[in-house]
């Protein structure tokens, strides 16, 4: 499933557009929030991998505050 944890973080993050384009922003929001949460549980290689995706949701979650 997409939404698994610690993975699958670009159509995570493209949903999570989607839903906001959608006005679903609390769901949005939601999925921005566990993408940025399970960075601090990686591995530094596993971080610098997706550091991407991370910067881009926390660019979203600043965003919407």
Do not use: C, Q
């Not at 944890?5 to 557009?17: N, Q």
Request: no cysteine.
């Amino acid at each position: 499933p997409m939404n698994g944890i610690f993975s699958y973080y670009e159509p995570r993050y493209d949903y999570g557009l989607f839903l906001e384009r959608i006005g679903r922003i609390d769901d949005s929001i939601m999925i921005f929030e566990e993408i940025t949460a399970e960075e601090r549980h990686l591995s530094s290689a596993e971080r610098r991998a997706n550091r991407k995706w991370f910067s881009l949701a926390k660019e979203k979650l600043r965003e919407t505050v």
